[in-house]
C-alpha cells in the first residue's frame, strides 16, 4: 500500500540521516543486531535489512536468552529463529544465567541482564568476525535513562544520554519512537512478541516508563525527541569541557598526582571535570558525591586527610597532592642493628644493605639520596637502622634550631600513614640520619677511617620520596 510504503521510507530517511549526522558509516562493515523478537528491535531488523545493499553492509542478527523468563523465553527464542530464517538472515541465539549474575555481583536483575546481554553480544559478534552491534533503543529508551541518570545524579555526562556510538555499539533506530517502531513491523506485514516483564512495576526504568513519562508527554506531546535533540547539544558541549579538563589536568599532575594548588587555580567547572578524568583514566568512575568528597578534600586546610572512593581505594591528600591508590596500613615499628655485609627488608617499602668502607670511598656515595655514611668513630653503642620514636629530634643544619622528627614531618606535610615507613638511622645517643631529611646537624660526621655505607631502597608505591624530598 502506498502509506505503508511512504512510511517506510521516512523512516529509512530518518535513520540514514541520523547515522550520518553522528559520523557513523557502515559500508563494507558488518552488523550484529540484538534482536529480542520485540517491537522495537524487529523493527530496526527490518530497517537494516533493507538499507544494507544500499549502505553496503552485511547483517546478521543474535538474540539472547537472559534465564530468566522460562517458557517466554524459550517462545520468543524459537519466534526470532523462525523470523530471521524466513527473512535469510543469519542468526544466533545465546543463553545466560542473569540471576546467577545477579546473585553474585548484587547489582539488580536489570543491570545483571543489561551486562550479561552486551557480554553475550560482543561474543556472538567476535565468533561472527562481525565489528558493529546495532541495539533498538528507541527516543523513549533515551528519555528513560536520561530521567534515570538524573535521579541517580550522574552529573552533565548523565545528561548527554544514550550515544548514537559507543565504542562498537551502534543506536541506529534512536530518533524513532515506538509508536514508529510498531508502524513499521505492521507495514513490513510482520508481528512481533512483548516481554511480560515489560509491564512489571519491580523495575526502575518500568515505573518511569508508565507512571512518569506520560505525565511529561502531556506537557509536551514531543517530549522524547525533544530531550534527544537536548542531549546532542549537551553531549557536544560535554565532550569540549572533557578536552578543557584533560588539558589542565597535564598541566596539574605530577607523577600521577595531582598538585592542589595548580589545580585550584582553575575555574570550579573543570576542577572537578579534571578530578574524574583522573580517577578515571585510573579505572575508577566518580559519582557526583564521591567527586564532591574528592573536591572537599582538595580544598581542606588539612594537610594530610584521605577520602574513600569505592572499589577498595581511596583518594590521600598528602604534601599538598592527591594521590589515587589503596589505603595504607598503620605502619608497624621495626629495629635492624647494622651488620656489614647484610641486607635487611625493614617494611613493605623500604630495604636497606650494609658495608664497611675505608675513607677514600666515602665521596662516590655522601651526597646520593638514598645512601647514608656514618663515621665509625662517632658511634655511641649500637648503630640501627629504625622507625622513628617518641622524643626524636633533628636539627636540619648549623643556623637552625633543633625540632622532634615528628614536629619536622608534620612541617614537611608528610602524611601520618606515611611517618612510621621512613627510615632513621640511630645509636644509643640519638638521630643520625633520616631517610630524605639527610643528616642530623648536631651529630658531625668527621675523622675516621671507617664508616658505615648503608645503601636504601625504596619499594613501595607510597612514592615517600616525594613527600619528603620538598
Known sequence: MPNEADCLRRHEATVCRWLAENGISLESRAVLAAFSGGADSTAMLLLLQRLSGSLGFRLAACHVDHGIRGAEAARDAAFCAEFCARRQIPFVLKR???????????TGMED???????????????????????TAHTAEDHLETLLLHLTRGSGMAGLGGIPARNGAILRPILPLTRADTEAIVFACGEQFVTDSTNASDLYARNRLRYQVVPVLRSLNPAVAQTALENSRVISAEN????????????????????????????????????????????????SLE??????????????????????????????????????????????????????????????????????EKIH?????????????????????????????????????????????????????????LIPVVADDTGVIWVWGLGYNAARKQIGGNKWYHLNFCEHSDLCIQNHTNT
Open 96 to 106: 545466560g544465567d542473569a540471576p546467577a549474575l545477579n546473585r553474585e555481583k548484587h
Open 112 to 134: 545483571a541482564a543489561r551486562t550479561l546481554r552486551y557480554r553475550l553480544l560482543a561474543e556472538a559478534a567476535a565468533e561472527l568476525g562481525i565489528d558493529d552491534i546495532a
Open 239 to 286: 565532550a569540549y569541557l572533557d578536552h578543557l579538563a584533560a588539558e589542565l589536568l597535564e598541566k596539574t599532575c605530577e607523577n600521577g598526582a595531582i598538585v592542589a594548588e595548580k589545580l585550584l587555580v582553575a575555574d570550579a567547572v573543570l576542577q572537578m571535570r579534571a578530578v574524574r578524568l583522573w580517577a578515571k583514566l585510573a579505572g575508577v568512575g566518580l
Open 290 to 359: 564521591r567527586t564532591q568528597a574528592v573536591m572537599a578534600l582538595l580544598r581542606s586546610e588539612k594537610p594530610s586527610a584521605q577520602c574513600d572512593v569505592g572499589e577498595g581505594l581511596v583518594v590521600r591528600k598528602a604534601g599538598g597532592k592527591l594521590w589515587l591508590g589503596v589505603p595504607a596500613k598503620k605502619a608497624e615499628p621495626f629495629s635492624w642493628t647494622v651488620q656489614p655485609g647484610e641486607t635487611e627488608r625493614l617494611n613493605p617499602s623500604f630495604s636497606v644493605g650494609a658495608e664497611l668502607i675505608d675513607t
Open 364 to 420: 662516590s656515595v655522601y651526597k646520593l639520596f638514598n645512601h647514608c655514611l656514618v663515621n665509625c668513630d662517632t658511634i655511641n653503642g649500637e648503630i640501627k637502622v629504625r622507625s622513628r620514636l617518641s622524643g626524636d629530634t633533628f636539627q636540619k643544619n648549623a643556623k637552625s634550631g633543633t625540632k622532634t622528627l615528628k614536629q619536622l614531618m608534620i612541617d614537611r606535610k608528610i602524611p601520618r600513614e606515611l611517618r612510621g
